[in-house]
């Protein structure tokens, strides 16, 4: 009889055996080198969370190439954008996002067409377009990769991938790595990654959130060399919470990577759907992007137990800290301490290093990661140098036993009357109200104070709160100076794929005709 290889790796499309995927991680790469691909060069790919996205990722790092996932999501323009600032020749792209592409951008890049499987297509409600796609000259995903032989040269010195900052700002950024020394730095930092993640050998994975957004990768990339001789990677293009529940159960899920947004949804099912599948596989969920209100982080390890795991970072410096389940209620709102690997301060405007419990800048790295730079914006990233550390942009303090809180971003602190105002304090405040399932604040402009606060909040279904019951609620909790002065409602909030919302959308009109945009 026959020995069935077990699965490694399972998509919406179907499932492969290691031996399978890696022998198309290493037809990858020689094809990219084929077509004239050097170490340092890039390739772009433009894919949902599919097999050849995940094999793309791993064939560049055994190229020595910049790999450079794209937000699908994006605008034409800011695709184009990305495309031309990372300098990409060859575009590897599910066949319907081509359309995303500028025409004559496209002419002048080699594409790699990959047919979009039709269950990506069904759930995304797309339809596959690879007779075009071919017919257009581009190259086709499986003929190509079925001329190649394995990668003739294996770097010793892999480079990763270049990840754009989302945008919300300006031109999105370009954050590129020097290559790690070698193949020696390259599996410390691995070690910082597992630490950070929970990854482990023989774990049963699943990453639910988008490729081209930083922590999924980092999370597939610590998975891959995790399950190296044993363990299971499933994947997902489209976030489902009664699919994940089935993922679970069938395919025994140990470790996952979510966001605060995910568990809301799961939360959001009711006890007795919830209670139809067994979970009891689930040994460590790591969560990032977006902070998570303390009462649903306790009710998902009441649900699930003490498998709830917190990291903060940036695509700039990676993770920085981990917060355990124990960490989380001993200290509640903390997002940990830092990896032993990491360097960390709190500064306060002059670059001065703030005492305990005093909030400033975080500014902090992780030495195991290269040195970075922002790819043809080197101004940019020396603007962010504070004493060999990377300034985050985020604003928090260290406790007594050196464990990180995270107030706000930079940008995101409200100045009323010469007070600064961090908009997360108030939102903790918000969130823990009876009826409120979500909400955002932030300054708008005031002709005495410069600025004032608004809140924009969602409501549970069937709650019927008033902004007058917000307020007093507030106010109760909250010095006066603290409790927005605008409170409205939203139906739903705009979000982006990696679970934060959108304030800009939110706050824009509010500075309409100011002069000033925030």
């Known amino acids: 009889m026959t020995e069935i290889a077990p699965i490694f790796f399972n998509c919406e499309s179907g499932s492969q055996s290691r031996s399978a995927f890696d022998r198309a991680v290493a037809r990858i790469a020689s094809g990219l080198q084929t077509l004239g691909l050097v170490e340092g060069d890039t390739v772009a790919l433009l894919m949902r969370n599919d097999a050849p996205m995940a094999q793309a990722m791993a064939a560049a790092d055994l190229a020595g190439i910049y790999a450079v996932p794209l937000n699908w999501h994006g605008k034409s323009e800011e695709i184009g954008y990305v495309l031309q600032d990372c300098g990409a020749r060859v575009l590897i792209a599910h066949d319907d996002l081509l359309a995303l592409v500028d025409a004559d951008l496209l ?8 047919p979009t499987p039709k269950e990506i297509a069904v759930r ?8 075009d796609a071919l017919a257009a000259g581009h190259i086709g995903w499986q003929s190509w990769l079925d001329a190649q032989q394995d990668a003739a040269r294996p770097t010793t010195k892999p480079r990763g991938v270049i990840m754009y900052t989302s945008g919300t700002t300006g031109k999105p950024k370009g954050v590129q790595r020097e290559p790690y020394a070698d193949l020696a730095a390259f599996r410390q930092n691995l070690g910082t990654l597992h630490h950070a993640f929970g990854t482990q050998p023989g774990m049963h994975a699943a990453i639910l959130g988008p490729l081209y957004h930083g922590g999924p990768t980092a999370y597939w990339r610590a998975c891959y060399a995790a399950t190296a001789k044993e363990g299971m990677v499933v994947v997902r293009s489209k976030f489902d919470p009664i699919e994940l529940l089935q993922l679970i159960q069938d395919y025994r899920i140990s470790h996952l990577f979510m966001v605060p947004t995910m568990f809301i949804r799961l939360l959001k099912l009711p006890p007795e759907v919830r209670a139809r599948y067994d979970v009891s596989s689930v040994r460590h969920i790591i969560h990032t992007a977006a902070p998570c209100p303390v009462a649903v982080k306790t009710a998902m390890c009441e649900w699930m137990g003490d498998v709830i795991y917190e990291f903060y970072g940036a695509s700039e410096t990676g993770p920085v800290t981990v917060a355990t389940p124990q960490d989380a209620r001993e200290r509640p709102g903390t997002v940990g301490h830092p990896q032993s690997t990491v360097r960390m301060q709190i500064l306060d405007a002059d670059g ?8 400033g800048e975080i500014c902090c790295r992780n030495d195991t990661y290269p040195d970075f730079t922002y790819r043809n914006r080197h101004a940019d990233r020396a603007a962010l140098d504070r004493h060999g550390l990377v300034a985050t942009g ?7 036993d050196g464990y990180l809180f995270v107030c706000d971003r930079v940008k995101d602190m409200v100045i009323s009357g010469g007070v600064n ?6 939102e903790a405040a918000l969130i823990d109200i009876a009826g409120i399932q979500d909400c955002a604040v ?17 409501l549970t279904p069937g709650a019927a709160l008033t902004a007058e019951e917000i307020s007093a609620t507030l106010l109760a909790r909250l010095t006066k100076f603290k409790v927005p002065s605008v409170i409205r409602f939203e139906t739903q909030m705009p979000r982006q794929d990696n679970g934060k919302i959108y304030k800009r ?14």
């Open 505 to 518: 959308r939110l706050s824009e009109p509010y500075w309409a005709g100011h002069g000033r945009r925030i």
């Open 442 to 458: 932030f300054g708008i402009p005031h002709e005495e104070y410069g600025e004032a606060l608004a809140a924009h909040v969602q």
């Open 352 to 359: 001065l290093v703030l005492p305990a419990g005093e909030i």
């Open 107 to 114: 002419d002048k890049l080699q594409v790699i067409a990959v």
């Open 124 to 131: 995304h409600g797309v339809e596959p377009a690879a007779a």
């Open 394 to 400: 985020d604003m928090g303090y260290l406790d007594e």
């Open 421 to 426: 105002i961090y908009p997360a304090e108030i």
